[in-house]
């Protein structure tokens, strides 16, 4: 599975555009890129899935490179409702590949202040 | 629909005691899962099953067992409760996708607050 790194926290003022960066280096061919939300007391929540270039939904961007060694989740103009945790997996879990399902780190705490 | 449901949302057990997690969810979804997620830790998976009858370990199962004998149901046992297991345990399940049209999307139940003194 692929190993990845975000940043574990990133404060930003209410307004302002949030990018948090995930590497992933050793991502394979057959590998997509899913960010989760975790408020607090609350159990993770799907924001967005990209394979390759840019992803947008009406929650956020996910923008690829090529090389597709990292990726970024933007989220425009950020509320005080945005403070949360943000999870970066990487992974195909097809159940024919033998992989174990995608793996959580410790995400990125983001604080948002008004 | 109800999404996925967990319940109890909170326990207290004494050490040594036995309890069951219930999960459910209503989405016809193949996969369900087990996580757990300790104090400013991300999530860890337990165990996992991709099918109704089969179960299969994840990154911590150690002291954990659970059954899939419903589709719909995914059950985590604790045989003999020890500290080390209080933790905030969550249930997803996901249906499975075609091979290179995306990975899995997970539903997460609320989660279940468990304490073992």
């Known amino acids: 599975l692929a190993k990845t790194t975000q940043p574990i926290s990133m404060d930003s003022y209410e307004g302002q555009e949030v990018n948090i960066t995930c590497s992933h280096n050793?991502?394979?061919?057959?590998?997509?890129i899913t960010w989760y939300q975790q408020f607090p007391s609350q159990g993770p929540r799907f924001i967005i899935q990209?394979?390759?270039t840019k992803v947008t939904n009406e929650v956020a961007s996910l923008f690829i490179p090529a090389d597709r060694k990292s990726s970024t989740l933007s989220l425009p103009r950020v509320s005080l409702s945005d403070t949360a945790v943000y999870y970066c997996?990487?992974?195909?879990?097809?159940?024919?590949?033998?992989?174990?399902?995608?793996?959580f780190g410790k995400g990125t705490r983001l604080s948002v202040i008004a | 629909n109800a999404g996925v449901t967990q319940t109890p949302k909170f326990r207290v057990l004494k050490t040594g005691q036995s309890m069951t997690l219930l999960c459910a969810q209503d989405?016809?979804?193949?996969?369900m899962y087990w996580y757990r997620q300790d104090p400013g830790m991300g999530l860890r998976l337990i165990h996992y099953?991709?099918?109704?009858?089969?179960?299969a370990k994840g990154e911590v199962p150690d002291g954990y067992n659970v059954s899939r004998l419903k589709k719909q149901n995914f059950l985590l046992g604790l045989e003999s409760a020890a500290p080390s297991q209080t933790s905030v345990y969550f249930c997803?399940?996901?249906?499975?996708?075609?091979?290179?049209?995306?990975?899995?999307?997970?539903?997460f139940g609320a989660g279940s607050r468990l304490t073992v003194l």
């Open positions: 997996l990487v992974g195909d879990q097809a159940v024919d590949s033998g992989n174990t399902p995608l793996v």
């Open positions: 997803a399940s996901s249906y499975q996708r075609d091979r290179g049209s995306g990975a899995n999307v997970l539903t």
């Open positions: 050793n991502i394979a061919t057959n590998d997509y």
């Open positions: 099953s991709v099918g109704e009858g089969t179960t």
């Open positions: 990209g394979y390759k």
């Open positions: 989405m016809n979804h193949e996969y």
